[in-house]
C-alpha cells in the first residue's frame, strides 16, 4: 500500500498557492497515489511503463511532480525527467522543479541537477540524499547521463530510479527511413531504449497529452539494416490527469462554441486563406506596409492586433476598478516557420503600431474606426459574462498611454525563447501587451502566460494530429474574465480540421475513462 505520510509527500501535497487554495485538489492527489500504487504493485517494465494522459497545458507536470514526491517516500532514491531537445524547454523544466521544490531543497531533502551541469562526480553526502536529474532527449544529455550512472557515480545505477518520458511521444518513439538503410530506429529512441535496459530497478512513466505514436505502435519490429529487433514502448497502465475546473480546452473552442448565448459563440474569427499569403513575404502587388491601416490585404490580423489591444485594456480596467493589479497579456502570431516570414510580419506589426500612435497624434479617424470596431465586437461577449465595459471615449482617449505598452517580439529559435523565459520558465510579459510572432519552437511545448489572442495559420498538406494539438497554446487554465476578451483567428479549413482533431482525442479519452487500463484503442478513418 501507498505510504502517503512521508517527509516529502506529505508537505509537498499540502502546498498553496498564491491565493491560498491547494495547489492539488482530491482529484488531483487521487491521480498521483493510483499512479505510484501502479507503478509499485503493477509488472512494469521498460517496454511496458506506465502513462499520464493528460491534454494540453492541463497541469501534466503537477501530477508528475507529485508523483514524484509520493515516489520518493516509497522506496525510489532518484527521477530523472527527459524533456524535449530544446534548451529552452530544458530550463522551463528545471525551473518548474526547483520552484515547486524549493522547500524541500533547502529542507536538504532532495537535490536537483541539469544533466549537463551535473558535478563530476557527486558527493557521497549528495547521493545519499534523493536525487532528481533533468536531460534534455538530446544525443550529448543521454551520453552523459549514461556516463554519470554507470562510470563516474556507479552507486546509482543500483539505486531505485523512476524515469520521467515528459511529452513521451517526441523523440522516443520514431523510425525514418533512408535510401541506403531502409528503415532505421531515431538515434535518441535507440539511446533510450538502451539506457532502460541497462538499469536493474528501473520504473517508466510516460506523460503525455498526444498519445497516439505510442498507442499504435507494432507489437515489434525488426529493423532491416541491423537486423535488430526492437520491443516498442506501449503502456502497462493508463491514468489520466484530472482536468481542472479552470481549465479551456477543444470543448470549449470546437463544442461550446456552437452554442449561440455561450461567449464561446465568439472566439472564432475567420480569416481569409489569401491573407496568409500576404503574411509569407513582401509583394507589393498584394499589400503595400505603408497602408497597414486601410490595406484589405491584411484585414483579419489589423483586427486581431486592435482587438487585442482593446481586449486587453478592457480587462486591465476591469481590474483596476475593482482595486487589483493591473496584469499583463500576451498576443501569437504563428502562421509559418521561415524566418524571413517572422521578420516581415513583424515589419507589419510594427507598422500597425506606429501608424495608430501616429493616427492618434494627428487626429485620424481610421483608428478610432479601428477601435470602435473592436470595441463592439468585444462588448457582446463581455456583457454576456455580465462585465463592465469602457466606453469607446474611454479608450481612444487611454491610447497615447496604451500603445508606448505594445510591445513585439520575434521568437523563432531556442537562443531567442532562453533570452526571453521568465524565473518560471515561461516566455516573459514585458510589457502589459506582448505580441509573440512565433515560429517551429510553438511546436515544443513552449508555454506563454494570459493569452487572450492566438492567430494562427499553419496548413501542411497533411494536418499531424500531435502536431496541431502542440500548437493550442489557447488551451489551458483560464480566468473567465478572460475568455470575454479572447479571440482565436483562422481559416475555416484549419477550424474544420482543428475540430476534427479535438473530436479524435476526446474519443480516446472517453475511450480510457470507460474502459481503464483494459481500454482499447480504436481508429476510425473519417
Not at 563516474?152 to 518513439?173: G, M, P, Q, V, Y
Not at 529493423?223 to 475546473?245: G, N, S
Not at 459574462?385 to 508606448?404: E, F, N, R
Request: hydrophobic share 40%; with cysteine.
Amino acid at each position: 500500500m501507498v505510504q502517503t505520510n512521508g517527509p516529502i509527500y506529505s508537505a509537498f501535497i499540502n502546498k498553496k498557492d498564491e491565493n491560498g487554495k491547494r495547489v492539488y485538489d482530491a482529484q488531483a492527489r487521487k491521480c498521483v497515489q493510483e499512479t505510484v500504487d501502479a507503478l509499485l504493485t503493477k509488472t512494469t517494465t521498460p517496454d511496458n511503463p506506465g502513462m499520464l494522459l493528460g491534454k494540453i497545458q492541463s497541469g501534466k507536470t503537477r501530477t508528475f511532480l507529485g508523483v514524484i514526491a509520493l515516489a520518493f517516500d516509497n522506496g525510489f532514491d532518484v527521477a530523472v525527467v527527459f524533456t524535449k531537445g530544446t534548451n529552452a524547454l530544458a530550463q522551463q523544466t528545471l525551473a518548474r522543479l526547483n520552484k515547486d521544490f524549493k522547500t524541500e531543497i533547502a529542507g536538504d531533502l532532495l537535490h536537483i541537477f541539469d544533466i549537463m551541469s551535473l558535478p563530476d562526480p557527486l558527493a557521497e553526502y549528495e547521493l545519499q540524499h534523493k536525487l532528481i536529474f533533468v536531460c534534455k532527449k538530446e544525443d550529448d544529455n543521454i551520453r552523459r547521463l549514461d556516463n554519470a550512472i554507470f562510470h563516474t557515480n556507479t552507486a546509482l545505477a543500483d539505486k531505485r530510479i523512476l524515469l520521467i518520458d515528459d511529452e513521451a511521444d517526441f523523440a522516443s518513439i520514431g523510425f525514418r527511413r533512408t535510401q541506403a538503410e531502409g528503415i532505421k530506429i531515431n538515434k535518441i529512441a535507440s539511446q533510450l531504449d538502451a539506457l532502460r535496459r541497462r538499469l536493474s530497478h528501473v520504473d517508466v512513466l510516460q506523460v503525455t497529452a498526444t498519445p497516439y505514436s505510442l498507442y499504435l505502435q507494432p507489437d515489434t519490429m525488426t529493423i532491416p539494416a541491423t537486423q535488430e529487433t526492437f520491443l516498442p514502448v506501449k503502456p502497462a497502465f493508463t491514468r489520466l490527469v484530472p482536468i481542472h475546473d479552470k481549465y479551456i480546452g477543444g470543448e470549449y473552442y470546437f463544442e461550446e462554441s456552437l452554442e449561440a448565448d455561450s461567449v464561446a459563440s465568439y472566439l472564432h474569427i475567420p480569416v481569409d486563406p489569401n491573407e496568409l499569403a500576404v503574411l509569407k513575404n513582401e509583394d507589393r502587388r498584394r499589400f503595400k506596409i505603408e497602408e497597414a491601416l486601410t490595406s484589405p490585404g491584411i484585414t483579419s490580423l489589423r483586427r486581431a492586433i486592435v482587438t487585442f489591444i482593446v481586449g486587453g485594456y478592457i480587462r486591465q480596467w476591469q481590474e483596476v476598478s475593482e482595486g487589483r493589479q493591473r496584469p499583463k497579456y500576451s498576443f501569437i502570431v504563428h502562421t509559418e516557420t521561415k524566418k524571413n516570414a517572422h521578420e516581415w510580419q513583424e515589419r507589419i506589426v510594427e507598422q500597425i503600431v506606429a501608424r495608430m500612435k501616429s493616427a492618434v497624434k494627428t487626429g485620424n479617424k481610421v483608428v478610432r474606426a479601428l477601435i470602435e470596431a473592436a470595441h463592439t465586437d468585444l462588448s457582446a461577449s463581455v456583457q454576456l459574462m455580465k462585465g463592465p465595459t469602457p466606453t469607446v471615449d474611454q479608450i481612444y482617449a487611454a491610447l497615447d498611454q496604451v500603445l508606448p505598452m505594445v510591445n513585439y517580439t520575434r521568437v523563432n529559435s531556442e537562443k531567442d525563447v532562453l533570452a526571453m523565459l521568465d524565473e518560471s520558465g515561461q516566455l516573459k510579459l514585458r510589457t502589459p501587451f506582448n505580441i509573440f510572432i512565433v515560429g517551429q519552437i510553438l511546436d515544443r511545448g513552449l508555454t506563454i502566460a494570459n493569452l487572450i489572442g492566438f492567430f494562427y495559420g499553419r496548413s501542411p498538406k497533411r494536418f499531424q494530429q500531435d502536431t496541431v494539438l502542440q500548437h493550442s497554446r489557447m488551451y489551458g487554465v483560464r480566468p473567465k474574465e478572460d475568455l470575454a476578451v479572447t479571440r482565436f483567428y483562422t481559416t475555416l479549413d484549419i477550424y474544420s480540421a482543428m475540430r476534427n482533431i479535438h473530436e479524435f482525442d476526446s474519443a480516446l479519452r472517453q475511450n480510457f475513462e470507460q474502459g481503464g487500463d483494459q481500454a482499447g484503442v480504436v481508429v476510425s478513418p473519417r
